[in-house]
């Protein structure tokens, strides 16, 4: 078994994860909180001090710095369900603190907008 990938002695670099998924989320399919793929998570320097596992550890390292949630679950290799649940145990202990993605809507009666919509069905057309 490789340790190229750091301290993750769980995965191996042909074979890849040596551990079940569900075993990573203790066999939980949803998180306790509602988060987005865009949800920004960061982690709070008083974090909580109890060891919930190597994934969430590695989880704790990647949000020092504000971390999107899809790009959690991309630096971690799992998928956005289970990094979600991984990440709702850091929620409730504490550890980490999440916002909601800043959605910046267009103003819906921009009338440049409107009329460049309309110009673009009549090109269509």
Known sequence: MSE???HQPW?????????????????????????????MVVAVED????????????????????????ELAAHLHLPA??????LSD???SGAVTTRAPAVAAPDPTDRDL??????????RL
């Open 47 to 70: 974090g909580a001090g109890n060891y919930l596992g190597p994934d969430h550890a590695r989880l704790l390292e990647l949000c020092q710095k504000p971390i999107s949630l899809a």
């Open 81 to 86: 369900t289970i990094t979600k649940v991984l």
């Open 114 to 123: 409107l009329e460049a919509v309309l110009h673009g069905l009549r090109t």
């Open 4 to 6: 190229s990938h750091g």
């Open 11 to 39: 995965v191996d670099e042909k074979a890849g994860r040596l551990v079940r998924l569900y075993t990573v989320s203790s066999g939980r399919t949803r998180p306790t909180s509602d988060f987005d793929l865009l949800t």
């Open 90 to 92: 850091l929620v409730d």
